[in-house]
């Protein structure tokens, strides 16, 4: 078929009529290396923000469905932050 060179297999279902839906992606959980608290971010997107501490977060994806923080998007902002001190402008 050729719909399933363009959308996986393992997206579409059947709905009770039998007629193929497409699943739509879910949002991932990752955690905050700043405050440890748990966030949603969309697949594949490259960077997040955590809504507790308001940090930026560059993310690595190995597939669409696992991804982890590798680096903060600004590291003076990040370093400022942690340790509470107002940067030089």
Known sequence: MLLEFLI????????????GTI????????????CS????V?????IAQCPQCHQDWKIKWLDS???MIIA????????SKSRRIIPDE
């Open 8 to 19: 996986p297999a393992d997206s579409i279902f059947a709905n009770k009529e039998g007629v």
């Open 23 to 34: 699943m739509t992606q879910k949002e991932i959980q990752i955690r905050c290396k700043a």
């Open 37 to 40: 608290s748990r966030f949603s």
């Open 42 to 46: 969309w697949p594949m997107e490259p």
């Open 65 to 67: 469905r696992s991804g």
């Open 72 to 79: 903060p998007v600004s590291w003076r902002e990040y370093q």
